[in-house]
Nanobody
Framework: EVQLQASGGGLVQAGGSVRLSCVAS????????IGWFRQAPGKEREVVSC????????YTADSVKGRFTISRDNAKNTVYLQMNSLKPEDTDVYYC??????????????????WGQGTQVTVSS
């Protein structure tokens, strides 16, 4: 069974840092691009950052550029999202997703085939 498990979220004060992890199983990790998305209640799911299957291209949303960094470790079937200088507006549920038909860093949720349950990041003001 394909599973994506996001972890690392929690409560952090503004200006702090956290690193999210997405561990995949049940798939050939090297063949998949991975994206991080966030979704607040009542709002649409939005891309945060994504990385290609070959780690050759990546995309980071303007709202988090310079603060968040995506990386992947194919040997560990894991993608990370390093989140620095956190702001209260970063509070959200963060989801990781995998897609095997993606040749570059894709921004649309529709491009991804598998989704994890998400991990909550709460930034206190």
């Amino acid at each position: 069974e394909v599973q994506l498990q996001a972890s690392g979220g929690g409560l952090v004060q503004a200006g702090g840092s956290v690193r999210l992890s997405c561990v995949a199983s049940g798939l050939t990790f090297d063949d998949y691009a991975i994206g991080w998305f966030r979704q607040a209640p009542g709002k649409e799911r939005e891309v945060v950052s994504c990385i290609s299957r070959a780690d050759r291209t990546s995309y980071t949303a303007d709202s988090v550029k310079g603060r968040f960094t995506i990386s992947r470790d194919n040997a560990k079937n894991t993608v990370y999202l390093q989140m620095n200088s956190l702001k209260p507006e970063d509070t959200d549920v963060y989801y990781c997703a995998a897609g095997n038909a993606i040749t570059s860093a894709a921004m649309r949720p529709q491009a991804y085939s598998y989704w994890g349950q998400g991990t909550q990041v709460t930034v206190s003001s």
